[in-house]
Nanobody, 126 residues
Framework: QVRLVESGGGLVQAGGSLRLSCVAS????????AGWFRQAPGKEREFVAA????????YYADSVKGRFTISRDNAKKTVFLQMNSLEPEDTAVYYC???????????????????WGQGTQVTVSS
C-alpha cells in the first residue's frame, strides 16, 4: 500500500522560509515523478513544482520560480520543497503527489498523479 506523508508546514512571517518534507512508503521517488501542489480556500488545486526521476528535471510554477526548490533523497524516500521569501499569497494547504507514468506535459495536471498525501498547512502572515 502506497502512502505519502507531508510535514513541515506552519505559520511564518512574510519573507521567511519553510521546508516541507514528503516521506513515501510503498514506492520510491527514483521512478516516475514527484510533485507539490497547493490549494487555498475557495480555489482549485494548483501546481507548484515537480521533479522527474529519469533526468532529475525540476519544473516550477511561475509564481514560485526562484523562491522554491524541489529536491529528493532517494535513500530516505523523501521529497522536499524548500520555500524561501514566502509571501501571504503562498498561504495554502500543500500536497505531495507521486505519478508513475507522467510525461513532461502532464506534470502540472493534478488528476494525472496516482498518489497523494493528506496535506500540510502553510500560513504566511503579512
Amino acid at each position: 500500500q502506497v502512502r505519502l506523508v507531508e510535514s513541515g508546514g506552519g505559520l511564518v512571517q512574510a519573507g521567511g522560509s519553510l521546508r516541507l518534507s514528503c516521506v513515501a512508503s510503498g514506492l520510491t521517488f527514483n521512478t516516475g515523478a514527484a510533485g507539490w501542489f497547493r490549494q487555498a480556500p475557495g480555489k482549485e488545486r494548483e501546481f507548484v513544482a515537480a521533479l522527474r526521476a529519469n533526468n532529475g528535471g525540476q519544473y516550477y510554477a511561475d509564481s514560485v520560480k526562484g523562491r522554491f526548490t524541489i529536491s529528493r533523497d532517494n535513500a530516505k524516500k523523501t521529497v522536499f520543497l524548500q520555500m524561501n521569501s514566502l509571501e501571504p499569497e503562498d498561504t495554502a494547504v500543500y500536497y505531495c503527489a507521486a505519478g508513475k507514468h507522467l510525461i513532461l506535459s502532464s506534470l502540472r495536471t493534478p488528476r494525472l498523479y496516482d498518489y497523494w498525501g493528506q496535506g500540510t498547512q502553510v500560513t504566511v502572515s503579512s
